[in-house]
Nanobody, 119 residues
């Protein structure tokens, strides 16, 4: 079992920045990937960014050049630095971890943290 604890959400004006943190209860190197998803009101949950065990990263087109995912292996924590925030970034952000369990891949989720971008 993997527990994920998120922090760092809040309200910010357009153009502002926020940093989200997600602490895992296990070594992040035991996970296939960690990442962030978001769900805006009335929309489906979508991938924002993820980082794989080897360090490769992947971003949604809508956040490229604005968001950066990184990790601190000593703290088993993944970060999402969000710059140049836009109103359309408003959503609940969820931390995700994927772990190989036998021949399947299990998904683990954090509780979600709200990000509101508004003037």
């Amino acid at each position: 079992q993997v527990q994920l604890v998120e922090s760092g959400g809040g309200s910010v004006q357009p153009g502002g920045s926020l940093r989200l943190s997600c602490a895992a209860s296990v070594s992040i190197f035991s996970l296939a990937s960690m990442g962030w998803y978001r769900q805006a009101p009335g929309k489906q949950r979508e991938l924002v960014a993820r980082i794989f065990t080897g360090g490769t990263t992947d971003y949604a087109d809508s956040v490229k050049a604005r968001f950066t995912i990184s990790r601190d292996s000593a703290k088993n924590t993944v970060y999402l630095q969000m710059n140049s925030l836009k109103p359309e970034d408003t959503a609940v952000f969820y931390c995700n971890a994927k772990k190989a369990v036998g021949f399947t891949m299990a998904d683990y989720w954090g509780q979600g943290t709200h990000v509101t971008v508004s003037s």
